[in-house]
């Protein structure tokens, strides 16, 4: 199975950009130019539930969360088996734990994907 | 507040059967599409337990087990075992919200 990792400032300032790296290893099925597999980020606010925010193939064909579609922007970097997140113009409410995650799709399509695996998480605070 | 809803607590002593329910819409789950089941056990990432509605990845329990029927979901524990005190999470497709929805999460404490 993959592993995942993120990275990135654990503090961001308000009306800022944050920016998170996840890097993908391991053996089989850990390359991010695998076919089938999408490449996503779920967050978590302290103490609350699970937000989807996004996925993206090794295309770099990225859907996004529409809550969040207008500040939210995914990338991908096949030669270094990484993907990115950025978030433009955060506030407090974008403080959360952040996960990596890879995606599965049960019948080939959109609706049907769910999150196969996971990184441990980074927390990113917004401070003022 | 969120389009799946769940209990936010169940109980239960060791041994015991407990299960956790997912009720969602007709833009979700009563519009056929399927539900997955997470476990994030205390200070870790959720880990996925139950795909397609019923199907376990590899190294999950048979103690756990899901359905699906109408609107609504369950997530079975039998054989209750303190390793399971986690919080259980649903998720599926809302076509309304055109997005991937969570339940709350259910906090399952072992007696």
């Known amino acids: 199975q993959p592993q995942l990792q993120e990275s990135g400032p654990g503090l961001v300032k308000s009306s800022e950009t944050l920016s998170l790296t996840c890097t993908v290893s391991?053996?089989?099925?850990?390359?991010?130019?695998?076919?089938?597999?999408?490449w996503g980020w779920v967050r978590q606010p302290p103490g609350k539930g699970l937000e989807s925010i996004g996925s993206?193939?090794?295309?770099?064909?990225?859907d996004y969360s529409p809550s969040l579609k207008s500040r939210v922007s995914l990338s991908v970097d096949t030669s270094k088996n990484q993907f990115s997140l950025r978030l433009t113009s955060v506030t407090a409410a974008d403080t959360a734990v952040y996960y990596c995650?890879?995606?599965?799709?049960?019948?080939?399509?959109?609706?049907?994907?769910?999150?196969?695996?996971w990184g441990q998480g980074i927390l990113v605070s917004v401070s003022s | 507040q969120s389009v799946l809803t769940q209990p936010p607590s169940v109980s239960g002593a060791p041994g015991q059967r407990v299960t956790i329910s997912c009720t969602g819409s007709?833009?979700?789950?009563?519009?056929?599409?399927?539900v997955h089941w997470y476990q994030q056990l205390p200070g870790t990432a959720p880990k996925l337990l139950i795909f397609?509605?019923?199907n376990r990845p590899s190294g999950v329990p048979d103690r756990f087990s899901g359905s699906k029927s109408d609107t609504s979901a369950s997530l079975a524990i039998t054989g209750l075992q303190a390793e399971d005190e986690a919080d259980y999470y649903c998720?599926?497709?809302?076509?309304?919200?055109?997005?991937?929805?969570f339940g709350i999460g259910t906090k399952v404490t072992v007696l």
């Open positions: 995650v890879r995606l599965v799709s049960l019948y080939s399509d959109f609706e049907s994907r769910y999150f196969q695996y």
């Open positions: 391991g053996a089989s099925g850990a390359s991010i130019s695998g076919s089938g597999y999408f």
């Open positions: 993206v193939s090794y295309t770099g064909r990225a």
């Open positions: 007709g833009s979700n789950i009563g519009a056929g599409y399927d």
């Open positions: 397609g509605n019923n």
């Open positions: 998720q599926s497709y809302d076509r309304s919200l055109r997005d991937y929805v």
